[in-house]
T-cell receptor, first 110, second 115 residues
Framework: GENVEQHPSTLSVQEGDSAVIKCTYS??????FPWYKQELGKGPQLIID?????GEKKDQRIAVTLNKTAKHFSLHITETQPEDSAVYFC?????????FGTGTRLQVFP | GAGVSQSPSNKVTEKGKDVELRCDPI?????LYWYRQSLGQGLEFLIY????????KSGLPSDRFSAERTGGSVSTLTIQRTQQEDSAVYLC?????????????FGQGTRLTVV
């Protein structure tokens, strides 16, 4: 089955700096890769996603890149703000199931 | 409603008792998922419903866990003879089509504590 690895587990950045979270997946048939943001006490919120026929997607300060050959994808947050502090999860769709990474706790310091 | 709704938001139960967790998906969403999130951990897949197809139960950790989806809408996750290791946040998600291809939306979760 699919296995998704996510790094780093924790990330601390200064406000205004960029943050990058990386994930790798094992199932070459996976074709959909969403990213979720989870704030304390809340359910995960979909923030951006990418499909396997696209290499990069941007939405304001957030971008995701996908390298199908290497089977890895990354989340890039530019100009980080304190409200970006949360746990971020990557996921890969395999046989109709979303398999999640273990999460990255991002802290943005003012 | 506007989003996925789960109830109760918190549940404390005694070891050995049965519990039922409810999920109301977004109207019109045909796919519904249950995940479990232990403290500080990632999301563990439990079960997946798509339309009238047989559910994918491959993630259920034991036969004490079961789930139903009535009328293609509301779902109930039942845990029988609860154990302390069942303590976790149980999250429900729904999406417009199979496999989350249109994006999956999560509820706020039910925090289950078994004492």
């Amino acid at each position: 089955g699919e296995n998704v690895e996510q790094h780093p587990s924790t990330l601390s950045v200064q406000e205004g700096d960029s943050a990058v979270i990386k994930c790798t997946y094992s199932d070459s048939a996976s074709n959909y890769f969403p990213w979720y943001k989870q704030e304390l006490g809340k359910g995960p919120q979909l923030i951006i996603d990418i499909r396997s026929n696209v290499g990069e997607k941007k939405d304001q300060r957030i971008a995701v890149t996908l390298n199908k050959t290497a089977k890895h994808f990354s989340l890039h947050i530019t100009e980080t703000q304190p409200e970006d502090s949360a746990v971020y999860f990557c996921a890969a769709r395999s046989t109709d199931k979303l398999i999640f990474g273990t999460g990255t706790r991002l802290q943005v310091f003012p | 409603g506007a989003g996925v709704s789960q109830s109760p938001s918190n549940k404390v139960t005694e070891k050995g008792k049965d519990v039922e967790l409810r999920c109301d998906p977004i109207s019109g969403h045909t796919a519904l998922y249950w995940y479990r999130q232990s403290l500080g951990q990632g999301l563990e897949f439990l079960i997946y419903f798509q339309g009238n197809s047989a559910p994918d139960k491959s993630g259920l950790p034991s036969d004490r866990f079961s789930a139903e989806r009535t009328g293609g809408s509301v779902s109930t996750l039942t845990i029988q003879r609860t154990q302390q290791e069942d303590s976790a946040v149980y999250l429900c998600a729904s999406s417009l089509s199979r496999g989350h291809s249109s994006g999956a939306f999560f509820g706020q979760g039910t925090r289950l504590t078994v004492v």
